[in-house]
């Protein structure tokens, strides 16, 4: 056990240090010529969304500030068996802009810019998820910086204009706004910031060059990005809200959208290891096992939660250390690890985004179990609509440690009563059960009820 501690410790060490290589100061002078205008294909990738949900990123598309983009949409509707992937076709003709319809699956998301790519001639792609509605500015924000011939893609935040509905939504944002903050910034300037699927501009030659998007991958984003890095290409984080889509807005929907991205961003880990990459510099190498490893971080949640159980049931001390010496070292660290992500984060990280953060860890597992088993996993589309039903069984490993939690301070005071080795599990416990009550209280969250609900069916899909 005391292995396991070390090794968990590393993990700890190696994440901190991950974060402060992403955010630390580092000047970079970018090159930017707003008269650099060449034409642009605006991609609204579709999969059976909500017909109203992409008109809105349609008509949006099309009243944006630059004086030559085509639109098209990229509909996977009819490849994935959706019952209303037509709709797609006929807001197209409605708007006067094309329909990209696939009819032999593959590649999931990738597959479908891949196929749209061979069919259009821009050397410029802009890529949108169905709900991603741009501002009128955001190609004029963009592409000047693709003067630089050696940009490859340029990136901007996603922001969530519903993230004030409901629990979920609210820590769903909270999550993304540090990553798209203070982590992207920072990668930005050590040349590492990577493709987030939507709200992005990309380079033909450089996309083309890397093999295209990556169909291997359910975060094809993610290891497209690697791909081209390694190819010596640059990347551009613009640290402005120039779109907005939708959150999860049901914990179902939210738990798939982290599991994708928990499985593909671990794959990067297993399969394609940054610090194996030739083409990358060390800092990109560092940057990308830090982001990809983060999802291990699961595994080190369940390792310190259960210390306590250990103790109460077993009286186990994997660590011989007294209440007063384990406070002496441990707040001190959570605070200045605490405090480094606020000031960092201009003191916006919020109690409910680390919450959301550690209370994923059956999210994490799980991924990482089907990797290590080689279980294959489909592209499944995050909902754009509610989904009703009862996703309370979806913390069920958090209400079990909290039962156990609680008949193990009882087996304990029976043993030996209240010393200061059941009061400092008890603490320990606590800590952990005051940062899963968010998560669940988002589980067991009743939403309203209304027209553009949908009840759970069976899940579609894409063929990678």
């Known amino acids: ?42 991609f609204i990738t579709v999969c059976g969304e909500p017909n109203d949900i992409v008109e809105e990123t349609v008509v949006a598309a099309k009243a944006m500030d630059y004086p030559n983009f085509s639109i098209y949409i990229l509909n996977d509707g009819k490849v994935a068996n959706r019952d209303n992937w037509k709709e797609a076709e006929i807001l197209a003709k409605k708007h006067k802009i094309q329909c ?33 509605v741009p501002k009128t500015h955001f190609l004029r924000a963009m592409m000047g910086y693709f003067s630089d011939e050696r940009v490859a893609f340029v990136q901007s935040p996603q922001y969530y204009k519903n993230h004030d509905e409901n629990m979920v939504t609210g820590g769903a944002w909270e999550q993304q706004a540090l990553f798209f903050g203070a982590i992207l910034k920072g990668k930005d300037t050590a040349d590492t910031a990577f493709m987030c699927g939507t709200n992005m501009v990309l380079r033909r030659t450089a996309l083309m060059e890397a093999g295209g998007m990556c169909e291997t991958s359910i975060a094809e984003d993610f290891l497209t990005s690697l791909l081209i890095h390694e190819k010596k290409w640059k990347s551009v984080y613009v640290d402005e809200v120039l779109a ?15 599991f994708r991205w928990a499985r593909g961003s671990l794959e990067v880990v297993f399969k394609y290891n940054p610090l194996f990459r030739r083409g990358l510099t060390i800092g990109q190498r560092i940057q990308y096992l830090s982001s990809a490893s983060f999802y291990l971080s699961g595994l080190i949640v369940v390792v310190n939660a259960l210390l306590p159980l250990l103790y109460f049931y077993a009286a186990l001390e994997p660590l011989q250390i007294n209440t007063m010496s384990l406070a002496l070292i441990f707040l001190p660290y ?36 089907q990797i290590l088993t080689g279980k294959k996993s489909g592209f499944v589309v995050t ?23 609680i008949l193990g301070i ?55």
Request: hydrophobic share 45%.
């Open 383 to 405: 909902s754009k609509k509610k989904v009703s039903g009862n996703f309370r069984y979806l913390v069920t490993p958090h209400l079990v440690y909290i039962g156990l939690v």
């Open 1 to 42: 056990m005391f292995g396991i501690l070390v090794a968990a410790g590393l993990f700890h060490l190696w994440q901190v240090l991950g974060y402060l290589h992403s955010v630390w100061p580092r000047k970079r002078v970018r090159q930017f010529d707003a008269t650099f205008t060449p034409p642009v294909g605006v």
């Open 410 to 464: 009882i087996v304990g005071l029976v043993r030996e009563g209240l010393s200061a080795a059941i009061i400092t599990n008890t603490a320990w416990a606590v800590i952990y059960i005051a940062i899963f009550t968010p998560f669940i209280m988002a589980a067991f969250e009743k939403t309203s009820p209304d027209d553009d609900e949908i009840k759970i069916v069976p899940e579609k899909k894409v063929a990678l």
């Open 244 to 258: 907005e889509g939708l959150a999860p807005e049901d914990f179902l929907s939210y738990y798939k959208q982290q």
């Open 100 to 132: 990209i319809t696939r009819t032999t699956p593959g590649g999931a998301k990738a597959g479908n810019i891949n196929h749209a790519l061979a069919q259009t001639k821009e050397e410029f792609t802009v890529i949108f998820d169905a709900d991603h």
């Open 334 to 369: 959570i605070f200045v690890v605490l405090y480094t992500i606020q000031l960092t984060s201009n003191f916006s990280y919020t109690f409910r985004a680390l919450s959301f953060s550690l209370s994923s860890f059956p999210i994490h597992c799980k991924a990482v179990w």
